[in-house]
């Protein structure tokens, strides 16, 4: 990003789905390093933001900045291809395909072209390198293991990592999950943590939507609260924990 500016700016974002606002003019933003949470209880408009940011859903009124360069209006595949890579609410995997089957494909989505024209026409020396970069991806999350294994035959927390690698074939500067952690057993949570720690260390900025609060917790430098399409607070996880609007968004619904 140009100096000073944040990775994500994202300014009076409003989306309304005929008479109902789901996300209400919301403004935040996401500096270089940062693990940032989006919470808020079910249908607060977190994916939709999601969905706003990452190219998705065209955006009611408002703006989205990346990277120093106003980005809304453009189509998702070109926001991946400047380096915003996504994860969708409910697993988008190839479960008859291999692992690294699944993530060599996310490497070619850093091209231009539709996937599956893209994969159809691929050489051998095309086809050697993508290989060759989603080794290294899985590699780096950890499932360097799993590489030939059926992607739908790995446990949901691995299924969700996998995801991820898929992700960072893009080789994104910034990732943005969707409830990577919903779900999950406790040990699985843990080692998620783990990875988006490490990724954070290699200067992989990340938005993650968390309905679980004791999950972001530990893991984020910042969150956003939203409820009913606003922002309700943001700060730092020990002060977000005692604000009294979070208290009664969560308990009071
Ligand atoms: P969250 O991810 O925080 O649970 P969502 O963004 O999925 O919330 O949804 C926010 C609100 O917008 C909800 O009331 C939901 O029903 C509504 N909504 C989401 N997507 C659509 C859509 N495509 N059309 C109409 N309403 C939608
Ligand atoms: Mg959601």
Same mark, same amino acid.
């Given at each position: 990003?140009?100096?000073?500016?944040?990775?994500?700016?994202?300014?009076?974002?409003?989306?309304?789905?005929?008479?109902?606002?789901?996300?209400?003019?919301?403004?935040?933003?996401?500096?270089?390093?940062?693990?940032?949470? $989006?919470?808020?209880?079910?249908?607060?408009?977190?994916?939709?933001?999601?969905?706003?940011?990452?190219?998705?859903?065209?955006?009611?009124?408002?703006?989205?900045?990346?990277?120093?360069?106003?980005?809304?209006?453009?189509?998702?595949?070109?926001?991946?291809?400047?380096?915003?890579?996504?994860?969708?609410?409910?697993?988008?995997?190839?479960?008859?395909?291999?692992?690294?089957?699944?993530?060599?494909?996310?490497?070619? $989505?850093?091209?231009?072209?539709?996937?599956?024209?893209?994969?159809?026409?691929?050489?051998?020396?095309?086809?050697?390198?993508?290989?060759?970069?989603?080794?290294?991806?899985?590699?780096?999350?950890?499932?360097?293991?799993?590489?030939?294994?059926?992607?739908?035959?790995?446990?949901?927390?691995?299924?969700?990592?996998?995801?991820?690698?898929?992700?960072?074939?893009?080789?994104?500067? $910034?990732?943005?999950?969707?409830?990577?952690?919903?779900?999950?057993?406790?040990?699985?949570?843990?080692?998620?943590?783990?990875?988006?720690?490490?990724?954070?260390?290699?200067?992989?900025?990340?938005? $993650?939507?968390?309905?679980?609060?004791?999950?972001?917790?530990?893991?984020?430098?910042?969150?956003?609260?939203?409820?009913?399409?606003?922002?309700?607070?943001?700060?730092?996880?020990?002060?977000?924990?005692?604000?009294?609007?979070?208290?009664?968004?969560?308990?009071?619904?």
């Amino acid at each position: 990003p140009a100096t000073g500016s944040p990775v994500l700016d994202v300014r009076q974002a409003r989306k309304a789905f005929g008479g109902l606002v789901a996300v209400n003019d919301v403004s935040f933003a996401l500096n270089a390093g940062e693990i940032v949470g $989006l919470i808020g209880p079910n249908g607060a408009g977190k994916s939709t933001l999601f969905n706003l940011i990452s190219g998705v859903l065209p955006l009611t009124a408002g703006e989205v900045h990346f990277m120093g360069e106003r980005v809304d209006g453009q189509p998702s595949r070109k926001l991946a291809a400047a380096g915003m890579a996504r994860t969708f609410q409910h697993v988008r995997l190839l479960p008859a395909m291999s692992v690294i089957e699944n993530v060599a494909i996310g490497a070619h $989505l850093r091209g231009h072209k539709g996937w599956l024209a893209g994969v159809l026409r691929l050489n051998r020396t095309e086809e050697a390198s993508l290989f060759a970069e989603a080794r290294t991806q899985l590699d780096r999350v950890g499932l360097g293991e799993a590489a030939t294994r059926e992607a739908g035959s790995l446990a949901l927390g691995q299924q969700r990592i996998l995801e991820i690698a898929r992700a960072l074939a893009c080789d994104p500067v $910034l990732l943005l999950l969707d409830e990577p952690a919903a779900g999950l057993r406790h040990q699985e949570k843990l080692a998620l943590a783990a990875v988006l720690r490490q990724l954070r260390s290699e200067g992989v900025s990340i938005l $993650l939507v968390e309905h679980d609060m004791d999950f972001v917790m530990g893991l984020v430098d910042r969150l956003v609260v939203m409820d009913f399409g606003t922002r309700i607070a943001e700060g730092e996880p020990e002060a977000i924990r005692y604000n009294p609007a979070v208290i009664e968004a969560y308990l009071g619904g």
